[in-house]
């Protein structure tokens, strides 16, 4: 599907549509954890939204809506995956928001300009505090936020793969270590301090870990991640707590 397909004059409903269904029968469940234990990719449909997508949001009340800043975002490097697991792409129809859950179908509305888009949730962010929601460069184009960067938007939620005040599973990084011991010794403070707590030492040698990189080079409003300064100078940080 062609970029300039994706980005065809699209307006969200006026009319009253029927009533909304039920969160659990509004999306299909999420993919099972794999073999291994790790969480399976949430897919998003090619291009970020579907025809389906798009009947199911003309004829539905939004669940939940909310307003805020939106910028854009690209990657860094080519092939690098989003949160949902899948290949990040500039052309396809998704957002980044930091809880909604993964797959969640939204519409975002530029309350300057109108212009409105139906996209996907797929990827974690912004990681700046006074920034709701990150668009790919398709999806900013779709709603007047390229050239202008930053824009007030609101976010209509549709429909989401788990009920939005629950979510799904959650796992937070909070440190990395060359040293097993050290990362032991963390996550005993850690246990002594929050007790009743779950962490997990997640060996992963030779790979690079780091901690979260925060928002990185700006262009235009928008944002490229970098990676975490131990992992630019190319130590491998094999331990995870």
Partial sequence: MGIDKLLAPWTAPEAAPPPVQAQTQAYPPLPAPTPSGRIAPTPAPPGGVSAEDRSFVKTHRPILSEEGLATWYTAPYKGRKAANGEVFSDQDLTAAHRTLPMGSLIVVTNLTTGQSAAMRITDRGPFVEDKM???????????????????????????????????????????????????????????????????????RRGQLLGSHPSSGRQSRGGRAYRPAPAARRGRRLPYAA
Avoid at 154 to 162: A, G, L, N, Q
Avoid at 170 to 180: L, N, P
């Fill in 133 to 203: 929601i990150d668009l790919t460069i398709a999806s900013a184009k779709a709603t007047g936020v390229y050239r202008v960067g930053t824009a007030r938007v609101r976010v209509d939620v549709y429909r989401t793969p788990k009920p939005i005040y629950t979510g799904g599973r959650w796992c937070v990084q909070i440190g990395a270590f060359t040293s097993e011991r050290k990362a032991n010794k963390f996550k005993e403070q850690l246990l002594r301090k929050y007790p009743g707590r779950q962490s997990d030492r997640v060996p």
